[in-house]
């Protein structure tokens, strides 16, 4: 089965829950079993949560003082780094806020020296110069996350007032240019989404060319102008999301770090993990953060941290091949 068009993406965000789980999600995952079966494991490190901008939804937003603020320097993001080879991760994704006083020739310093041992480097460090992404392509980044979170203009530009859809597009079209991997995509049934705009936010993926969908279900967070707006986005929108575009791109990568029905859970709920990988799914998270840090890495509320071990166990559960 393939999804091409943006009808064959509405007849199934619109068709009926039991349906959906008994005949669209089994292809979805017979669609992955075919394009490797992996289930992919990469280490994560959220190396500064200070952030700029004030988007509506996320929990790290330069207003929210309800959280501690912290950078890691260069030398001990390093030393995650050479920690997290030698438990023999091969991929790792740095992090941030949109921190305007992180120096970016650390940034520069830490990515080249995973580089160095071996890793697939992505990297989430919001919108740069466009001489700094080609710096970052000059030592080797194969990646950069870059999230539309929307593709509803008006919507985008409602939501995140420190920048809007027209720069955040030229941003990523220059990340296309420069060859790297785009992670990219949108949050799922944020309060006032409508299933047209869902559409379109997928067929944005696919004519972006992304390589890995940071998707994830809209997650009301503490102290968020948008959090009074509405509750959690739907689970079935989510597994429905993640199976269009399994079929519709079957070689991506498609984050399996979810939540479940049960929010206090956050993002360490296994069974949801499974859920996820069933419908499509297949990367987990290791998070490099301290103990101490990991709660105030906080786009969203109880981002719990996995384990090595948890990651493996989920493999196991869900019948996929473990890999770095």
Not at 67 to 87: C, M
């Amino acid at each position: 089965m393939k999804v091409e068009t943006r009808a064959e993406v509405l007849e199934i965000l619109r068709m009926e829950d039991d349906r959906f789980f008994g005949d669209i999600m089994p292809r979805a995952a017979a669609a992955y079993a075919e394009n490797g079966g992996k289930l992919l494991a990469s280490a994560m490190l959220g190396y500064s949560n200070v952030c700029k901008n004030l988007c509506l939804y996320c929990g790290m937003r330069a207003a929210n003082t309800a959280i501690e603020r912290y950078r890691i320097g260069a030398a001990d993001v390093k030393a995650s780094v050479k920690a997290a080879a030698d438990l023999g991760f091969r991929r790792i994704f740095f992090v941030s806020g949109e921190d305007p006083k992180y120096s970016f020739a650390d940034v520069s310093d830490f990515c080249a020296y995973a580089k160095s041992l071996g890793f697939r480097v992505s990297l989430g460090p919001g919108e740069l110069e466009s001489g700094q992404f080609a710096e970052l392509k000059a030592i080797g980044v194969d990646e950069i996350v870059l999230k539309f979170e929307m593709s509803d203009r008006d919507t985008f530009n409602r939501l995140n007032p420190s920048t809007d859809f027209d720069k955040r597009l030229r941003c990523i079209k220059r990340i296309k240019e420069l060859g790297f991997g785009l992670a990219s995509g949108n949050i799922i049934d944020f309060p006032g989404q409508t299933l047209d705009q869902m559409a379109d936010d997928i067929m944005l993926m696919k004519e972006l060319e992304i390589s890995w969908a940071p998707v994830i279900p809209y997650m009301p967070v503490k102290n968020t102008p948008l959090a009074p707006e509405g509750g959690f986005g739907r689970l079935s929108l989510l597994y429905k999301e993640i199976s269009i575009l399994r079929l519709m791109m079957p070689g991506i990568t498609i984050t399996a770090q979810q939540p479940g029905k049960d929010p206090a859970k956050g993002l360490n709920d296994i069974d949801a993990h499974i859920a996820a990988i069933k419908a499509g799914a297949n990367i987990l998270f290791c998070d490099l953060l301290p103990d101490a840090l990991v709660k105030d890495f906080h786009v969203v509320d109880n981002r719990s941290a996995l384990g090595l071990e948890q990651i493996k166990n989920a493999a196991e559960k869900s019948g996929l091949t473990f890999s770095f």
